[in-house]
Structure formats: C-alpha cells, structure tokens
C-alpha cells in the first residue's frame, strides 16, 4: 500500500523499482521507465511517510533495479536505454550523479558486494546475457572498470544470482 502511495506521489509512473538505504537509512528511491531519455525518480522517507523530492535525471533514465551501499550514500542504478551502471552520492538531502560504468548493452539488475566494493549486473543481450563485476571502490585505479564477465550465460541464472546476498558469495577464473 505505502509503495502505491509512493508512484502515486511521484507522478503516476509507468514501471518503477524502489531501492530501500541500508543501515537504518530510511530513505526510498523509486526510479522508472515511462517516455524520453530523463525518466523522473524520487527520494521519499519511508518512515514519514514524505516525498523528500523528485527530479528528471538522465542518470535515472530506464531504471531496471537500484541498490544501496555504504549504509546510504552510495546508490547504484542499472539502465536498459542508456546502457550503463549509474550512481549517486547522497549526502543525506540531494544526490549527486555520475556513471559507474558505460556498457555495450542494457543493464538489467544490480548486486552489491559491499565488503569486496564491487558491483554486478546483467548485461544484454538478454538471450545470452553477460553477468559482468565492476570495481566500485572510489580509491581503486580500476573504479568504473570490469573486473570479470561472464559470456552466454543463461539469462534465469543469471537474474537469480544478482538477487542473491553477494557477502558470501565469489568468482574466480
């Protein structure tokens, strides 16, 4: 009911993802995939509830799935038509942002693996499907950068491990 009440707030959007902030954070971010390239998004808190605001934002364009990092103020966001892997800083009232990785295809899901800073998604075309790692520690020479991919993978397993609790999980090879 409350996430109804949210699309509602945030202008009737055609298909949205809500990404909850991590740590107590309670702060939503709902993007969407409604018409153009500056799909609009919004910040509500989750507690209130109150709509904190809402914007159009390129970096918002066709959003798939979005994630929390770093209790609250990192958000990842994959897009389908802009074929990247974007994130925000929040500093607790605005975000601020930019692109994390510039890929060949859509970006469909977002996993974080928050001890090793690093990110996956998928990545089309979407009958084969790429599961591809991206370094996102800020201190790192390879920020923004994969760091291994995955080629014909089949698309079920890999939507299934994006959605699966990166902690405990590794690659190699």
Not at 15 to 35: D, I, K, L, P
Request: charged share 10%; aromatic share 10%.
């Amino acid at each position: 009911m409350f996430r109804s009440k949210l699309l509602t707030i945030a202008g009737c959007l055609f298909s949205a993802v809500a990404a909850v902030a991590q740590a107590g954070n309670e702060v939503v971010f709902v993007g969407s995939s409604t018409s153009g390239n500056t799909d609009f998004h919004a910040f509500a808190e989750s507690g209130a509830p109150s709509l904190l605001f809402t914007a159009p934002s390129a970096f918002t364009n066709n959003v798939t799935d979005a994630a929390w990092a770093d209790t609250g103020r990192s958000l990842y966001v994959a897009q389908t038509l802009s074929n990247r892997v974007s994130v925000g800083a929040w500093n607790g009232a605005s975000m601020t942002w930019s692109t994390l990785y510039q890929a060949t295809g859509g970006c469909y899901g977002i996993g974080v693996d928050v001890g090793r800073r690093r990110v996956w998604t998928m990545m089309t075309p979407a009958a084969t499907g790429d599961l591809v790692c991206i370094d996102a520690d800020p201190t790192s020479a390879s920020y923004g950068m994969v760091l291994a991919t995955t080629t014909n993978l089949n698309t079920a397993i890999a939507l299934a491990a994006i959605t699966c609790d990166f902690r405990d999980c590794s690659f190699s090879g």
